[in-house]
């Protein structure tokens, strides 16, 4: 595999558009009944024509077997190796709800759980509570004061929060206290590193003071916190591929990631006509752009085959007004699979279409997955899709003399 | 490649039940009449229609053009990368034969060799003696005494024997003393680092005074030893992947091996209905099972076309006794391919069947080398058998956020 040193190298600058369409867990397993996953399903005749002059194959999302998270999978579709380009789950829920993380800030991930009156764990996460408690809660910690730095405490979803300590000489080599199992006690937050010791401390005593404040709120009586983490120093997208590269997103956290990698977040407001409508208004300023989808997965997470299938059928109908656009490349593809029978994200490699005026055509007749196992871009890792598509949209310099 | 500390940190125990089942040397080459392989061209009812509804592949034992032994075949299938995980051949012998090797002991692989008058090498293999006659000289020879160490002279088959050296400070960099040619001298082991000296002159020892004994039983009137070796320090099964691992083998090698690599042993008489008998007894101890059946590479080393067809039915015939167990995860293919043309090992993709119910249909026709090619896990490295097994099962969680 090629390095981002060595594409750095090779990438240079020309007006060339890259359109990447990501459909959120995009790839599926056959219905029990027809035999036909959710995209071959799916009446898909702007996509089909694609997959005829294009070049389609199966993406693999970080390694055979293993399943993503949203953020590994995004991260390798835009060239990132998501083994060396690891995000913490801290970071990743303080840009999940678009909190303006600054570096030198170290955010942890916390739940809501409850213990019992031996100090024992009895629910992981307080009965998920509502998110509305949640928000009261999150509130009344928002009281506690730590000596020499700012706290901030925000609300995620049901019995999910994020605390970010900010000030001077932290560190995020800190332990999880969330012991994974219950019954245990949770543990306290130790420094790994003796960087880390001053924050460790004071997220002992951050963690002792909401044990006061939430006593009176059982289940929700106690926290736990885990993947304290820093924002990471990733090389932009300029940086290494010389492109403008902007992002249109419903969900922060896609934004968030995105943003980590230097793209510019454009403005859209709640569906995905929106989101299409912003890269044509904003279609000047930018040389690629990453719609996101994420309809297709969250109906895969609840498994409505149905709604998937219909989730797919929208996103193919808006297929030509992207191309009204003449992207010179345009990929068409998912981060991973949430197969519907499955309910959740998956391992299955993704089915994965590339349309420009350099394809070897494949002459498929559908876009699929077991038709993309035909197409000429094989069974291939995730890495390869920004190549692919710098390569077609002639933004790569040759290799060598 | 995902490394094995990864995927450690990603495997969960769950009870989900594991079966590999591998046919050693399954690929084959067409017959040069009909043009089809021997797995092409055995009646597989059994094994074709589970091609129909599970997940098929060429899976290339170490890196394509490489013949593998079976120990490097067999470790890459569990996972373990047979490149940077190697076995000594004295160690591997030594386990070949049930040998309880403890850490600290060195192992040789002795072969009973014909020297001429002028102690030049005449026969490396000394006319392969018959397994009676060795087996008479290594009684022989274990009246060897060596000062401060137990030496331990224990025949394999034919030319071939296991000297094992037990004792405080022993080391195993010593050279090979097998030249590898006729017409030279036997080496004198030497010591490649100072920590194996000792070692090599206690070697030196056990040679002359093993020529000593073997002088008048020409043509094996002398010894060669090589693949001097410590047992390993791999991580075990359990380790990485939180699994039960049980073998069941009718040859020490494969039941050896799988012990190194913490598989227990499951005891078995002495054919293939046997061994898924065992399993079966054992089902609820374990929770990963490895059958191995050894007939179609035998087949296959003697040329026999046919008869490794047979075998391979034979095979198939059994499947069903296997689904009856209900695995969530069955995996059927070979260690590396032994077609019946070539009569050896070689370097070609084997194929690969996995059977479980996330697969995505591949719909195929037959369960065979050409087939498999339009199989959904393409072409693919052994080292991702574990990994796909693992995620079928349920036994990784995700990773990332």
């Given amino acids: 595999m090629i390095s981002l040193n060595d594409i750095k190298e090779l990438s240079v600058s020309n007006p060339a558009k890259i359109i990447f369409f990501i459909m959120d867990g995009l790839g599926g397993l056959p219905h029990p009944e027809t035999g036909k996953t959710e995209l071959e399903t799916a009446r898909t005749p702007n996509l089909d024509r694609l997959a005829k002059h294009g070049s389609c194959g199966l993406s693999t999302p970080v390694s055979p077997g293993i399943t993503p998270g949203s953020a590994p999978s995004h991260l390798g579709l835009f060239g990132y190796d998501p083994i060396t380009y690891s995000i913490g789950r801290g970071v990743l829920e303080a840009v999940g709800i678009n909190f303006d993380l600054k570096p030198g800030d170290v955010a942890a991930r916390g739940n809501f759980c409850q213990v019992d009156d031996r100090g024992l764990i009895a629910d992981r996460r307080a009965g998920r509570l509502s998110t509305e408690k949640n928000m009261e809660l999150t509130g009344k910690m928002r009281e506690i004061k730590l000596p020499g730095v700012e706290l901030f405490v925000l609300p995620v979803k049901e019995h999910r929060f994020v605390v970010v300590f900010r000030g001077p000489g932290l560190g995020a080599e800190i332990n999880d206290t969330d012991p994974q199992h219950e019954g245990l006690p949770p543990r306290d937050p130790v420094a790994v590193a003796s960087s880390s010791e001053k924050t ?96 297709t997965d969250e109906a895969g997470e609840d498994g409505d085959f149905d709604r998937k299938v219909k989730k797919i059928e929208l996103a193919d109908s808006l297929i030509p007004q992207i191309l009204d656009l003449k992207p010179d490349v ?29 394809c070897r055509w494949d002459n498929l007749e559908k876009f699929g997955e077991r038709t993309c196992l035909r197409g000429s871009l094989g069974i291939f890792s995730s890495l390869n899709a920004m190549p692919e598509a710098m390569a077609h949209a002639g933004k790569f310099a040759r290799y060598g003399a």
């Fill in 200 to 295: 460790a401390n004071l997220a002992k005593d951050f963690v002792s003071q909401a044990g006061r404040i939430l006593a009176p709120y059982s289940p929700a009586n106690m926290v736990l916190l885990r993947g304290f983490s820093e924002l990471p120093h990733f090389p932009s997208m300029q940086d290494i591929f010389k492109i403008k590269p902007a992002v249109v997103a419903l969900y922060p956290m896609y934004k968030g990631l995105a943003k980590l990698i230097g793209m510019t977040e454009l403005a859209c407001k709640d569906n995905i006509k929106d989101e299409i409508r912003a890269v044509k208004d904003n279609y000047s300023k930018h040389d690629f752009f990453f719609i996101h989808f994420k309809d």
């Fill in 330 to 358: 345009l990929v068409v593809t998912g981060d991973h699979s949430t197969p519907a029978t499955y309910k959740g994200h998956s391992w299955h490699p993704v089915p994965f279409l590339l349309y420009s005026s350099w």
